[in-house]
């Protein structure tokens, strides 16, 4: 069992950064592909953000490429997600995600969540 919690969201205003952040618990962080996806009010879930268990591949939405960074510390079982030039459309609720042993740009390809971070970006 993996255990998530994410944290640093907020409210922003347009063009300014934030960066979230997803602690991971109960099993070998390492071995995790790890993921940020979001949801705004009244749409679907969707892919962020990807990274592989080495950290040695990442992986983006078109919408956040250039703008968002993901990355991983595995000794402190962390994976941020830095977001700058924020937009109002990034607003949405995020949320961490983990798979053993691998990435995938799918909802439902990941077994691990966590209780999602909001973040509001207003213009």
């Known amino acids: 069992q993996v255990q998530l919690v994410e944290s640093g969201g907020g409210l922003v205003q347009a063009g300014d950064s934030l960066r979230l952040s997803c602690a991971a618990s109960g099993r070998t962080f390492s071995s995790l592909g790890m993921a940020w996806f979001r949801q705004a009010p009244g749409k679907e879930r969707e892919f962020v953000a990807a990274i592989s268990w080495t950290g040695g591949s990442t992986f983006y939405a078109d919408s956040v490429r250039g703008r968002f960074a993901i990355s991983r510390d595995n000794a402190k079982n962390t994976v941020a997600l830095q977001m700058n030039s924020l937009k109002p459309v990034d607003t949405a609720v995020y949320y961490c995600?983990?798979?053993?042993?691998?990435?995938?740009?799918?909802?439902?390809?990941?077994?691990?969540w966590g209780q999602g971070t909001q973040v509001t970006v207003s213009s």
């Open positions: 995600a983990a798979a053993l042993r691998r990435v995938a740009v799918t909802a439902t390809l990941y077994d691990y």
